[in-house]
């Protein structure tokens, strides 16, 4: 089992910064694929990017391409997201894949987080 825990969210101006952390536990995530992912009410869970935690290859979505950047450090997953916009407004979620494939789809990742929740102001 691998535990994913978010923190970082918060209120924020448009056109500031957020750093989100997501610190892992439990069975080593050193051959895993961590991802972030957004969620809005009513509307389904929303890639942002992936980073393959041993190589550093990363991969993003289209709304954090320029913008955010995603990275680790030990143990623990960051997003650093630059020039926030309202509509980055949501949940954000910290997930895990053992498949150690980069990969975009919510129903590939194996553990998730809590989220934490961002909210950008105009």
């Known amino acids: 089992q691998v535990q994913l825990v978010e923190s970082g969210g918060g209120l924020v101006q448009a056109g500031g910064s957020l750093r989100l952390s997501c610190a892992a536990s439990?069975?080593?995530?050193?051959?895993?694929?961590m991802g972030w992912f957004r969620q809005t009410p009513g509307k389904e869970r929303e890639f942002v990017a992936a980073?393959?935690?041993?190589?550093?290859n990363s991969l993003y979505g289209d709304s954090a391409k320029g913008r955010f950047t995603v990275f680790n450090g030990v143990n623990t997953l960051y997003l650093q997201m630059n020039s926030l916009k309202p509509e980055d407004t949501a949940v954000y979620y910290c997930a895990a894949d053992s498949s150690a494939v980069l990969r975009n789809h919510a129903w590939e990742y194996d553990y998730w987080g809590q989220g934490t929740q961002v909210t950008v102001s105009s």
């Open positions: 980073i393959s935690w041993s190589g550093g």
């Open positions: 439990g069975r080593t995530v050193s051959n895993y694929v």
